[in-house]
Every structure is written in structure tokens, then in C-alpha cells.
């Protein structure tokens, strides 16, 4: 599945947050690669998942694999052990430009080593 029909096959106001996330994050991170990972849009750099987003039952989530050190006061940390944080979208209207572009900036110069997190036997490392 390819990103523009996960993106259509979402509600029309959700339509219009996965697209504008979508040309944001093409548009800051040329350089990734993009594909549906574990059902929805994650971008890789270095093949280490860095950015992505998922319908939840009430809205958009999107996700920055090592948000959580970008000390940002609206991404919420996750709750597990690893780096990450993201926000909730209800509405396109809730989606601040600058602040996903400074996230995306951010997210090329912190990263977390998820890639090889399996053959370190679970520790997580710092690549950048």
C-alpha cells in the first residue's frame, strides 16, 4: 500500500491532515524513505524509523521516533521505554507549520538507534 491510499482511504477532514503531514514531511526530509510500515506512514533515515503518523479512533497521531529529547512542550512522551513523542490532530486548523518544520529539523540531528535495537539485545542508543 502506498502512502497516498492509506491517505484516502481515511475520513475527508482526516484526509486533509494525512495529506498536509504528508507534502510537510516529502517536502523537510527529502532525503527519507517512505513506505507504510506496521500498517501506516513512517519515514527512514539511515533505515531507522524517524517520523510517521497513524489514524487512532478519534484522530490523527504523528509520531517522531525520538521526540521525547527534542524538548518540545507539545510532543507528549510515550509511556514505554523508548524516545519517543507525538501529537493528536482533530482538525488541519490544529496543525502548526513552524513548529512540524522545526520537528522535522530536529529529528535529523536527534535520533535514537532503533534500527539495530534487536541486536543490542534492547538497549537503545544515541546515533547523532
Excluded at 491532515?17 to 526530509?29: A, G, Q, R, W
Excluded at 517512505?34 to 539511515?46: N, T
Excluded at 510515550?78 to 493528536?88: E, V
Aim: with cysteine.
Amino acid at each position: 500500500m502506498e502512502i497516498s491510499v492509506f491517505n484516502k482511504a481515511q475520513s475527508s477532514e482526516d484526509q486533509e491532515i494525512c495529506h498536509l503531514l504528508m507534502t510537510t514531511i516529502n517536502k523537510h526530509l527529502p532525503e527519507a524513505e517512505s513506505k507504510i510500515w506496521h500498517g501506516h506512514p513512517v519515514w527512514f533515515l539511515d533505515r531507522n524509523p524517524t517520523v510517521g503518523y497513524s489514524k487512532l479512533k478519534d484522530c490523527i497521531r504523528l509520531m517522531f521516533w525520538s521526540g521525547a529529547d527534542f524538548d518540545e512542550h507539545d510532543l507528549i512522551p510515550g509511556a514505554g521505554k523508548f524516545k519517543d513523542a507525538s501529537i493528536r490532530y482533530t482538525s488541519v486548523d490544529q496543525i502548526d507549520l513552524d513548529d512540524l518544520k522545526r520537528w522535522l529539523e530536529k529529528s535529523k540531528k536527534i535520533q535514537w538507534d532503533y534500527r539495530n535495537i534487536v541486536k543490542k539485545k534492547g538497549r537503545l542508543d544515541r546515533i547523532k
